[in-house]
């Protein structure tokens, strides 16, 4: 079964803007982490930002932050201030307390316009 | 701190032939992760390791694929009898127990089944 999803195979957003892409999950753990990250077209994975099941408070790293809302089982990333360096593939993640391993997402692709 | 690197990079090959697939973790990572991606896609867990033992491999996986990680180190990834469907990026990750599982990733192999 998708245990991640990730409505949005493509997004837009205006330099400088704004930008939220969507995550929701499906787990029956209490404990388990989320996670995104980002795949420029060079193929690098890298790590953006981590949310803990039990975070009482949203993370945040500089320009990125994770709207976590834990009823609704959504982790959605917004990128405020977006650059054209943000041009990317981003994918949301999870791992389970009980299996442990990490699960991605389908992805979304992400283009910033100047 | 020298990063997950993976060799070869690029790895072209006849229909049933075997390849083996090398990863080198950062030296203080005690998991390691094997992760598949065609292109547009999302990374597909294949397996991974804690220290040496193989805690979990994906039940899509094929027998076709192993992995081991004899001393808790490297990991080397062989797939025998490859199939043109197996061509796909190849992605390896380590990780610390107790950091969020947050996941370093390499190059990855790019594996091309002629």
């Known amino acids: 079964a998708q245990k991640i999803t990730q409505t949005q195979p493509g997004m837009f957003v205006q330099e400088k803007e704004a930008v939220t892409l969507d995550c929701t999950y499906d787990t029956s753990d209490q404990s388990y982490g989320l996670f995104w990250y980002k795949q420029p077209s060079s193929g690098e994975m890298i790590f953006l930002i981590y949310?803990?099941?039990?975070?009482?408070q949203n993370a945040t790293e500089g320009r990125y932050s994770l709207n976590f809302q834990k009823a609704r089982k959504s982790a959605n990333l917004v990128i405020s201030a977006s650059q054209l360096g943000d041009s990317a593939m981003y994918f949301c993640a999870m791992s389970e307390t009980s299996y442990d391993k990490v699960i991605f997402g389908p992805g979304t692709s992400l283009s910033v316009i100047p | 701190d020298t990063g997950v690197s993976q060799d070869p990079r690029h790895k072209i090959t006849k229909r049933g032939q075997n390849v083996t697939f090398r990863c080198d973790p950062i030296s203080e990572h005690n998991r390691l992760y094997w992760y598949r991606q065609t292109l547009g896609q999302g990374p597909e867990f294949l397996t991974y390791f804690q220290n040496e033992a193989q805690l979990e491999k994906s039940r899509l996986l094929s027998d076709r694929f192993s992995a081991e990680r004899p001393k808790g180190s490297f990991s080397t990834l062989e797939i025998q009898r490859t199939e043109q469907g197996d061509s796909a990026m190849y992605l390896c990750a380590s990780s610390l127990t107790g950091n969020n599982e947050k996941l370093f990733f390499g190059s990855g192999t790019q594996l091309s089944v002629l």
């Open positions: 949310q803990g099941s039990y975070d009482e």
